[in-house]
């Protein structure tokens, strides 16, 4: 099945994992999939650590998760520092592994580098690697991001738009967008997404809240708002229990709303945890066709 149909065919679901640094971590997370993998996704996505740092242990990840639970699976690739050729190796290395897409992104300037520097022989834009992939791995499926409150580096929407547009005329098949919590950026940014004549999936991107100071971490990280009225409910009480069901039910009331709006599937970043994720999709009525 290619990465679009599970957005068009059917209504997608998936989840984003990243790779453990322990191996007590490597045995929680895969509990934690077994819990997500009951609400039967349309495939599982897996990050990797900065400058590429995790590469390996992501392709075992992803492969693991495809053999135990026979879903698809489909690993990020970033630009940063990254040869074109280092890029073909890793290309060649998840195609051997059975890895069906893959999450293409530029991705953030490495720890004390303000700005993005591509290395000598490397790719400047997430188009370029799209590029690369659909001329020397066809056989991949490609999601790429979007940015609903702007991506942070962008000096206005248009820009940030027309940059999302060249990495689908690349040759995306989905859009995925970063995370967000106020509904109607989404809207806003898929009027324009359609205005503009881009046509493939446009997949919300939600991470469940269950930590008042985690997801304001986050959040000053990738300059995502969160709603004033939602930060003081989550402040009531300085407690683990509270915040969490404060966060589940903003995100109930969050995926219905989307559900109401037509969206073709959802991503959840599930910070390699099941709980949160797993009390929203028991509350909500998924479709089973867009």
């Known amino acids: 099945m290619s990465l679009a149909s599970h957005f068009q065919?059917?209504?997608?679901?998936?989840?984003?994992?990243?790779?453990?640094?322990?191996?007590?971590?490597?045995?929680?997370?895969?509990?934690?999939?077994?819990?997500l993998d009951a609400f039967s996704p349309s495939f599982y996505t897996c990050t990797y650590g900065a400058g590429g740092s995790t590469q390996g242990k992501t392709l075992e990840i992803l492969k693991t998760v495809k053999q135990k639970f026979h879903r698809p699976?489909?690993?990020?690739?970033?630009?940063?520092?990254?040869?074109?050729?280092q890029l073909r190796t890793y290309l060649q290395s998840a195609l051997d592994g059975g890895i069906d897409h893959l999450v293409a992104?530029?991705?953030?300037?490495?720890?004390?580098?303000?700005?993005?520097?591509a290395v000598?022989?490397?790719l400047h834009y997430a188009n370029e690697l799209v590029s690369l992939i659909r001329s020397e791995f066809p056989q991949?499926?490609?999601?790429?991001?979007?940015?609903?409150?702007?991506?942070q580096e962008?000096?206005?929407?248009?820009?940030?738009?027309?940059?999302?547009k060249r990495k689908v005329d690349a040759g995306a098949d989905i859009v995925v967008t970063q995370l967000f919590y106020e509904n109607q950026d989404f809207y806003s940014f898929?009027?324009?997404?359609?205005?503009?004549?881009?046509?493939?999936?446009?997949?919300?991107?939600?991470?469940?809240?269950?930590?008042?100071?985690?997801?304001?971490?986050?959040?000053?990280?990738?300059?995502?708002?969160?709603?004033?009225?939602?930060?003081?409910?989550?402040?009531?009480?300085?407690?683990?229990?509270?915040?969490?069901?404060?966060?589940?039910?903003?995100?109930?009331?969050?995926?219905?709303?989307?559900?109401?709006?037509?969206?073709?599937?959802?991503?959840?970043?599930?910070?390699?945890k099941s709980q949160a994720t797993a009390r929203i999709l028991e509350a909500v009525d998924l479709p089973t066709s867009p």
């Open 105 to 117: 992104l530029r991705g953030d300037p490495p720890q004390g580098q303000e700005a993005f520097q």
């Open 120 to 122: 000598d022989g490397g």
């Open 190 to 272: 898929q009027d324009r997404y359609h205005q503009i004549g881009i046509t493939r999936p446009l997949v919300p991107g939600l991470l469940p809240v269950t930590n008042l100071a985690q997801i304001q971490r986050i959040t000053s990280l990738c300059k995502a708002k969160l709603p004033q009225a939602f930060v003081d409910r989550l402040a009531e009480k300085d407690d683990a229990d509270w915040q969490f069901k404060v966060g589940v039910e903003f995100a109930i009331a969050q995926v219905e709303d989307l559900l109401a709006h037509g969206i073709p599937g959802i991503h959840f970043y599930v910070l390699n």
């Open 140 to 151: 991949f499926g490609v999601a790429v991001a979007g940015y609903p409150e702007v991506h």
């Open 9 to 35: 065919d059917s209504f997608g679901l998936s989840f984003e994992l990243f790779p453990p640094k322990t191996d007590a971590g490597l045995t929680s997370l895969f509990e934690h999939v077994s819990c």
């Open 73 to 85: 699976v489909a690993s990020h690739l970033t630009c940063v520092g990254a040869t074109v050729d």
């Open 154 to 164: 962008a000096p206005d929407a248009e820009t940030d738009l027309q940059n999302l």
